[in-house]
């Protein structure tokens, strides 16, 4: 006798279909045997089902079952195969109705008395079980708000097996989720405001033009002022997630097992601060069952880097793939995956190894060398990865009491709103292009006209401060960003002034 029940495996963020067949023979011999590139995790499963199935008050006939798992070629992993195999052996010991599970697609972990237990995953499971046309998902309980996020299909949360049998023979139903009105509605949380960061206007000034246009920025400043507390203020200025944004990121955040129960949808922008120990695998995502790296969990949030200085070479240098192509790709062994990684990367740094180099009150103790070496610790191309660079000085401890608190960072994010939105109409066509920061020098010819004082003023600035290519390429592109703030189509000498500010200043000689 044979079953056949429908499951899902999830590989990078994708979901496949996996068939598990059980083969039951009540004159064999007593095994019971997986196959099909089946993980350790998978075997243990055998026990699970079992004891599950028996402390359920259902029958685990003593006879010869052999579980398949296909395709065979696809390494199985993980315990979410216990529901499957347990319904394909109710199924062929006549214990559930045959034709209930057609259709259907099953998804859990066993725990030893039955119950159903919470699997990663679930969200991409849902979107590829619909694209599949099946009709009903069965996920433990638990999971079932995250695979709600799906619509179009029946996701049914079951608490155990028990509750499971008696649902297919029609007996005590359980209804499909249904989602709650406002599991989608984004709330962005602000957990720094812009108000209560005294002074540094020209730094918030900068960080809303990097807001406004995605720009990568780099701030260098003495310690104590205040580069950590504006990099956490700046989620709060960035445009809201949609509705697509939100289901990206949460797909990711499913496959990293790092939803909360409460929190279905991942709803504000992800604000994501690796220390600088993290490993390689951390940072760009790994491991023998390849979870996303942080560069995946700040897509389409901010990936901040504080003091940037003390990451290794290695790890910087590993970030430079992401940051060009916006997703890592992981080898495996017999594939290759990748997952999305595009983010606002935010550094901060102090100047040099005591910090106050510049700083007009406490002097360096740093020789021009020391300065230099620490400055270079950050690659030329790494370095020139960053649109925006903004010093921060220091603000001293006596004044910060007597400043007035700022502009709220609601009033700026309305900005960066209105500029994204001139941006998101001049990209229409193009799907490749989001911001401004997406812009190669290809895209900067096209969008970037600026009037002739602003195309003077520039040329200008190129000899005299020895500008590169790129650097002018880097100028016209932040100008118009600051222009997109402006409402102006035109980018005009100003807006050019402003952008020539945000390069970088030259280290000692
Ligand atoms: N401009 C400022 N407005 C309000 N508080 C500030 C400001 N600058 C510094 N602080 C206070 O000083 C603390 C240290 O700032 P921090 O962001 O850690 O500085 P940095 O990262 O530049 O060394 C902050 O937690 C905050 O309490
Ligand atoms: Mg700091």
Known sequence: ??????????????????????????????????????????????????????????????????????PANLRKEGPAYDLPIAVGVLAVTGQIPPDSIDGAMFIGELSLDGGLRHVRGVLPIAYHAHQQGVRTLYVPAEDAPEAALITGLDVIPIPSLGHLVEHLYGMNVISPYRRGEDDLSPDPLIEVDFADIKGQEHVKRA????????????MVGPPGGGKTLMARALPGILPSMTLDEAMEVTRIYSVADLLSEDTPLVR??????????????????????????????????????????????????????????KRVTISRAQTTLTFPANFMLVAAMNP??????????????????????????????????????????????????????????????????????????????????????????????????????????????????????????????????????????????????????????????
């Not at 068939?19 to 007593?30: K, S």
């Not at 045997?33 to 075997?43: D, E, H, M, R």
């Not at 960080?207 to 995605?214: D, K, M, N, R, S």
């Not at 650097?471 to 000498?493: M, P």
Request: charged share 25%; glycine share 8%; hydrophobic share 35%.
């Open 352 to 509: 040099c190894p005591c910090g106050y180099y510049g700083d007009p009150v406490r002097q360096c103790t740093c020789t021009p060398g020391m300065v230099r070496r620490y400055q270079q610790r950050i690659s030329g191309p790494l370095l020139d990865r960053f649109d925006i660079h903004v010093e921060v000085p220091r603000v001293e401890p006596t004044k910060l009491t007597d400043l007035e608190p700022g502009e709220s960072s609601s009033a700026i994010r309305e900005r960066v709103e209105a500029a994204r939105e001139r941006q998101r109409r001049r990209f229409a066509e193009y799907p490749h292009l989001q911001s401004n920061a997406d812009m190669g020098p290809k895209e900067i010819r096209m969008f970037c006209r600026a009037e002739d004082a602003a195309e003077r003023l520039l040329k200008a600035a190129l000899r005299q401060m020895h500008l590169s290519a790129r650097a002018y390429h880097r100028v016209l592109k932040v100008g118009r960003t600051i222009a997109d703030l402006d409402g102006s189509d035109l980018i005009k000498a100003n807006h050019i002034a402003e952008a020539i500010q945000y390069r970088p200043r030259r280290t000692p000689d």
């Open 207 to 218: 960080l809303e033009v990097a807001a406004a246009g995605a720009h990568n920025v780099l």
């Open 268 to 325: 504000t922008r992800p604000f994501r601060s690796p220390h600088h120990t993290i490993s390689h695998a951390g940072l760009v995502g790994g491991g023998p069952w390849p979870r996303p790296g942080e560069v995946s969990l700040a897509h389409r949030g901010v990936l901040f880097l504080d003091e940037l200085p003390e990451f290794g070479h290695r790890v910087l240098d590993v970030l430079r793939q992401p940051i060009e192509d």
């Open 1 to 70: 006798m044979l079953a056949t029940v429908t499951s899902c495996a999830v590989i990078g963020l994708e979901g496949v279909t996996v068939r598990v067949e059980v083969d039951y023979n009540p004159r064999g011999l007593t095994s019971f045997t997986i196959v099909g590139l089946p993980s350790a995790a998978v075997q243990e499963s055998r026990e699970r089902v079992r004891a599950a199935i028996r402390n359920s008050g259902l029958q685990f006939p003593l006879k010869r079952y052999v579980v398949n798992l296909a």
